[in-house]
């Protein structure tokens, strides 16, 4: 192993600061600086520092965002007028029925189609069962004279009975 030492001068010949060489040495020396300083700590320790660090982190964050809640007049939805909490329905309301028009003028088009073919369908299923109902009255009745005339001609055949 060389064991080598330079001073800041030298380092700066080096190393000139904003090269690309600089920055990966400052990289380099950042980590091994890491490396040393964590390695008598244990794993579970470095997480109960953050750990820790985070909650007071979270602690520091809602007292500064309360402050921010009690110092802008901020509200919440509970301390709402009345004139605001009818305004905000009414805006409900008309968007949800601009919704619901516009969801059914989309299926206009397609609903008089289906209206158009079913009255259609039902007007020739009426018109076919009228048709048919006067000619079994026509036939029933044009049966009824036949028979009339059979019979009166056996009468006059066979006489009457």
Do not use: C
Not at 1 to 9: E, G, N, S, Y
Not at 138 to 146: M, P, R
């Amino acid at each position: 192993m060389i064991k080598l030492q330079l001073d800041i001068q030298a380092l700066e010949k080096l190393f000139p600061e904003g090269s690309e060489a600089y920055f990966h040495f400052q990289n380099a020396v950042i980590a091994e600086a890491s490396k040393r300083f964590t390695k008598g700590l244990s794993e579970t320790r470095i997480r109960s520092i953050v750990s820790e660090h985070v909650k007071l982190t979270e602690i520091e964050i809602r007292k500064e965002l309360g402050l921010k809640f009690q110092n802008e007049s901020w509200r919440t939805t509970s301390t709402l007028t009345e004139e605001a909490k009818k305004a905000i329905s009414l805006e409900v309301k008309q968007q949800f029925g601009n919704q619901v028009r516009d969801q059914v003028n989309g299926y206009l088009p397609d609903l008089e189609s289906l209206v158009k073919a079913y009255l259609s369908n039902k007007t020739e299923n009426l018109i076919g069962k009228m048709v048919q109902f006067e000619i079994d009255n026509q036939l029933a009745g044009a049966s009824d004279k036949i028979k009339d005339k059979i019979k009166l001609e056996m009468e006059k055949i066979l006489g009457p009975r």
